[in-house]
């Protein structure tokens, strides 16, 4: 998932494990959300966000689908991905569809390192700037601390929070522009959280970019 998975023009790791392109439509999940402010007034809307909290520790894993540009040709990859993240540090690994590990980024006390294989370590202030110098593509991990667990900042800087409704579907753009759709759910208890986001947004560097991610799991801790 990076220069090193497989594109639709050029060799890469991806290739090597002879992996086909990501065609996205195939990944038919239903369901759909809607998001409203934190402090929203609807009844419903409002108890089912109470009744979620953010937590400061989880492990996530999944699938992760891309299409984005480059040298003005549409390109497609697929894999999966482990995502652990605690008070002080984010660590993910990037998996081809047969396991391998393509890539580790790791974040903590002010720098973020991203290695692969068979090239030197990566080490930035930034992870966002990072991710897209190393992969090509952006990877906005900064923002997926929140969004992952279905909170974030909108265009306005005001804090929203989404929440399941089986009626209605609902995209939010956040503050650093990035269109984001809850259209899936699992419920864990009295609770429910993001089972597939989709993520869009024009790049400087890679045309129109859209993620799917697919959450299998999730634990909190």
């Known amino acids: 998932m990076m220069r090193t998975l497989r594109n639709t023009t050029k060799p890469s790791a991806l290739r090597r494990a002879g992996l086909g392109a990501l065609v996205l439509a195939a990944i038919a999940l239903s369901g759909c959300s809607t998001l409203q402010s934190s402090g929203g007034t609807g009844a419903a809307s409002a108890g089912s ?3 979620r909290q953010y937590r400061q520790a989880i492990d996530v894993s999944g699938r992760l689908s891309l299409r984005y540009q480059q040298d003005g040709k549409q390109q497609a990859m697929y894999g999966s991905f482990t995502w652990s993240q605690s008070t002080q540090e984010t660590a ?3 998996l081809s569809p047969l396991g391998q590990t393509l890539a580790t980024i790791n974040i903590g006390a002010g720098q973020a390192t ?3 294989a068979g090239q ?4 930035a202030s930034d992870v966002d700037a990072l991710t897209v110098q190393a992969l090509g593509w952006p990877l906005p991990i900064a923002g997926l601390r929140d969004w992952l667990q279905g909170f974030g900042e909108d265009a306005g800087g005001q804090r929203f929070t989404a929440t ?5 579907s609902f ?3 956040t503050a650093d522009k990035w269109l984001i759709q809850y259209s899936n ?3 864990s208890g009295a609770e429910s959280y993001p089972k597939r986001i989709d993520l869009a947004r024009n790049t400087a560097q890679a045309g129109e970019v859209a993620i799917r991610i697919a959450i299998s799991s ?3 801790h």
């Open 49 to 51: 966000a109470a009744a």
């Open 92 to 94: 993910i690994t990037l």
């Open 114 to 116: 991203l290695k692969q």
């Open 120 to 123: 030197p370590p990566r080490i």
């Open 164 to 168: 399941p409704n089986a009626d209605d």
């Open 171 to 173: 995209s939010v753009t």
């Open 185 to 187: 759910w699992q419920d």
């Open 218 to 220: 999730r634990q909190s």
